[in-house]
């Protein structure tokens, strides 16, 4: 009975005894948290940065390219739920006033047009990250409090492409149902730069390529790179004011390549956006005016041959504005088809050389003229009979509209042309012999133009038309015509018709 007796009292000792050890620890623990004296007030949100906290990417894990980084990006009230749930972990560690560790190697991790993600080392014993956020883009902005994550990183979607930003991130832990905040890490961030527009040549002369581009008003500069003989390497860089740059000293008929982009620069470096590319050849320049002039209600465009050019792409507008392709040639003569009498037409003629499959145009030649029927101070009225020397082509046109169309073959270039002028049927015969003084050719269908001598018939030895046949294999001088073509219009034609040769 002793014994348990005093068992029994020495127990109630003990109980006693371990609370004052108690009180005395939880006194000591109060006592640690005193010096904890640094407090910071949780900041106002503001709108933007509400609305782009809202796209935060919430995840459990991410694995990042540069290395293994896993991060949960979550909104203030989450984080204040998460900071409530004690871990073993988070007990190691404890941090005064004078402690709170800073952020290190805060970085951007990867970056697309509308979105940055960035991280930084991971710090044991901290209840999380206060992430600031400033929009470099708006004077006077303000940093403001963006987002409270308890992971090292966090991707920011929503951003303005060509932007700049700044961040401070700070450690931050939780007593007494208030914040303390370490020493914020700022660094400044940009998006990739929006594309540079307009990149184009704007001269050329035989040494020399002109370049110019429009203002990126979201840019730091422009990285030029250029391509010569297959290879490209970097070339030049400007600022954000230039645009334009003329390259000098080249060789004449080399092809040359540019690529151009615009950049950002932050605290991590230079971030190129995406690049526009110029092709030229020096000394690819627009072909001369060669006697070109509105005829007959259709324009002919002549002009001398461009050195080093392929060929020739042709375009026409109406306002100088909106530009529409005509034709695709090799040839230095262009005939339009039938114009509005009295109209204004623009035409360009590109030349361009033919690279590794590709053509490559270079300066335009630009022309105007105002559509009309005149010709050899003539008006001419709705029913004639055209004939082009140099496309070798022939039109019936009657009461205004094309009748028949058709290649054509005449005189032969240089010992026996075709005469030019303003002149008119004045006879139908069928069939016909026609004598030269070296020749007797039978035909079914002529209609003469100039005495007896000249004018329009079938040719039924020849196998083709047009082209270039007349130079070395054209006519005594008349305009043969393929026989179906002949036969409609003799049987259509009436004595009179003009017949006008240019």
């Known amino acids: 009975m002793g014994t348990a007796s005093d068992d029994g009292g020495f127990n109630t000792k003990k109980w006693i ?80 006033k004078d402690t709170i560790p800073q952020v290190t190697g805060l970085s951007r991790l990867s970056e697309k047009a509308d979105s940055l993600l960035i991280g930084w080392d991971a710090i044991d014993g901290v209840q999380g990250y206060r992430i600031y956020r400033r929009d470099d883009n708006v004077s006077d902005s303000e940093y403001q409090l963006f987002s409270v994550v308890n992971r090292s990183g966090l991707e920011i979607r929503n951003l303005k492409r060509g932007s700049k930003y700044s961040f401070r991130v700070a450690t931050y832990i939780l007593s007494g149902g208030k914040t303390y905040e370490g020493e914020p890490t700022e660094v400044t961030f940009g998006t990739v730069p929006t594309d540079v527009e307009h990149f184009r040549m704007t001269d050329e002369t035989k040494t020399t390529v002109t370049l110019s581009w429009d203002k990126n008003d979201r840019a730091d500069g422009y990285l030029m790179e250029r391509c010569f003989g297959g290879k490209w390497s970097d070339y030049q860089t400007f600022d954000a004011d230039t645009t334009e ?20 620069e932050d605290s991590t470096g230079v971030m190129p956006g995406a690049k526009a590319t110029v092709r030229s050849v020096a000394g690819l320049l627009g072909p001369e005016d060669k006697n070109s002039a509105s005829k007959l209600g259709r324009v002919s465009l002549d002009y001398k041959d461009s ?43 590109y030349p361009y050389r033919t690279v590794d499959g590709n053509n490559i145009e270079g300066m335009y030649t630009e022309m105007e003229f105002v559509a009309n029927k005149e010709i050899y101070d003539k008006e001419v009225g709705d029913t004639y009979v055209e004939v082009s020397l140099s496309d070798q082509h022939v039109w019936y046109i009657v009461d205004g509209d094309v009748y028949l169309e058709s290649d054509c073959v005449t005189g032969n270039y240089g010992s026996a042309d075709t ?70 219009m003799y049987a259509k034609m009436e004595v009179g018709t003009p017949v006008i040769v240019y």
């Open 307 to 349: 050195k080093y050019a392929d060929g020739y792409r042709i375009c026409y507008s109406k306002d100088k504005e909106s530009w529409e392709d005509l034709a695709d040639t090799d040839k230095t003569h262009y005939s339009t088809s039938r114009l509005e009498n009295g109209e204004t037409y623009y035409f360009r003629v």
């Open 419 to 488: 005469p030019k002028g303003y002149f008119s049927v004045n006879a139908k015969v069928s069939p016909c012999t026609l004598k030269g003084d070296d020749y007797t050719s039978y035909v079914t269908y002529w209609m003469p133009f100039i005495g007896g001598g000249w004018g329009l018939h079938d040719a039924d030895w020849r196998s083709s038309f047009g082209g270039s046949i007349y130079k070395g294999n054209g006519s005594h001088g008349c305009v043969n015509l393929p026989p179906s073509v002949a036969k409609k």
């Open 245 to 264: 740059f003329t390259d000098s000293d080249l060789t004449p008929g080399r092809a040359y390549y540019y690529r151009i982009r615009a950049y950002r």
């Open 17 to 96: 005894i371990l609370g004052v050890t108690a009180v005395v620890c939880i006194a000591a623990i109060v006592t640690g948290t005193v010096l904890l004296t640094r407090d910071v007030p949780m900041a106002q949100r503001d709108s933007k940065g509400l609305d782009a906290s809202a796209a935060v990417k919430e995840t459990d894990m991410i694995t990042l390219v540069a290395g293994k980084r896993d991060f949960i990006a979550a909104t203030p009230d989450e984080a204040a739920k998460q900071d409530k749930k004690s871990t073993a972990d988070e007990a190691q560690v404890t941090y005064t």
